[in-house]
């Protein structure tokens, strides 16, 4: 009975969905987010001690596209990769494209394990590179995603080409302002269609004016259990001991991190970073300025190389 009850706790970590027919849904409604991106040319599950890592895979049309260093996409908490749709044409048309589904988030990947400790999740990640094959990788990550990608610097840099954080967690403890805009968000998308602009212009909220990522996102909460608490951050020496070159973009109206305080510290404590701060947009730039932010992600991996 104690070994019983030892299980059932330990299952209060783990991501689940609510039931079957919520989850057909919710990827039902991820499929059509989906299709605003570059089509998968592929798809694939990597086991791991922590669960089965369900993998896109985008990749150029030119051979000497294919044969470059890949990239991998890690999306944010409470999401899953079909967020990236906005990148993966541009990305994709330059370097083969990996996007994560990270277990304990909503997305076909398979839960079974917490890996929210931060050596549980470098582990993780690095065996999931492994299992796809990748020595070399350009990692992406962001806003959860983006605390996953500067842990693996950290932590387990060997195969990294580059990091690239897009509004990070990892930097800053996560403060009260963050999560009143994160619900603000959700509630706005159940106001009538003709405020849904006003509101995402004032909550900095795209989600607001696409309706399938709305449908996605209002999905995902009704049809997934998250099940982790939020990461800290690392320390200032944790930062100071990274060498894979970094590059770290923030909006500038960001509720999650203070952008002029980490243009500032980032590049200060880890050697040879580049910190820039996006006008115009708060928490998704990488949404927002879609066409920016992937010419200059594009443009740091290749000086990475």
């Known amino acids: 009975m104690p070994e019983t009850r030892t299980k059932d706790r330990a299952r209060r970590d783990v991501g689940r969905y609510v039931s079957d027919a919520l989850r057909e849904r919710y990827l039902a409604a991820c499929d059509a987010v989906f299709a605003l991106g570059a089509p998968a040319v592929a798809e694939t599950d990597v086991e791991t001690p922590f669960g089965t890592t369900h993998v ?47 277990p304990g988030d909503p997305g076909r990947s398979v839960h079974r394990e917490p890996l929210h400790r931060p050596e549980h999740a470098a582990r993780w990640l690095d065996e999931t590179l492994d299992g796809l094959g990748l020595d070399r990788v350009h990692l992406v990550g962001s806003s959860y995603g983006g605390w996953l990608a500067l842990n693996q610097a950290h932590r387990r840099p060997d195969r990294l080409a580059s990091v690239t954080l897009l509004d990070p967690g990892g930097l800053e403890k996560v403060g009260p302002r963050f999560f009143a805009w994160i619900f603000a968000s959700l509630f ?10 006003r509101l995402a212009a004032w909550l900095e909220q795209p989600v607001l004016v696409v309706p399938e990522l709305r449908a996605m996102i209002r999905l995902g909460v009704r049809a997934y259990r998250v ?20 590059y ?3 909006g500038r109206r960001s509720l999650l991190v203070h952008p002029r305080r980490q243009v500032e510290r980032v590049p ?37 190389e």
């Not at 099940?227 to 970094?246: D, G, H, Q, Y």
């Not at 996006?278 to 990475?304: K, W, Y």
């Open 56 to 102: 896109y895979r985008h990749g150029p049309d030119d051979p000497s596209g294919r044969a470059r260093t890949p990239v991998v996409l890690v999306h944010g908490a409470g999401s899953c990769s079909a967020m990236w749709y906005p990148n993966t044409p541009a990305l994709s048309a330059a370097r083969p494209v990996y996007a994560i589904d990270t």
């Open 188 to 197: 706005a998308t159940f106001a009538p269609a003709a405020l849904r602009p």
């Open 227 to 246: 099940r982790r608490p939020a990461p800290l951050p690392l320390t200032e020496a944790e930062l100071s001991s990274i060498r894979t070159p970094l």
């Open 248 to 250: 770290l973009v923030m």
């Open 268 to 304: 200060r404590l880890v050697p040879g970073a580049r910190a820039e701060i996006v006008s115009g947009t708060g928490h998704g730039p990488q949404i927002d300025h879609a066409d920016e932010v992937n010419r200059r992600m594009l443009a740091f991996m290749d000086s990475a």
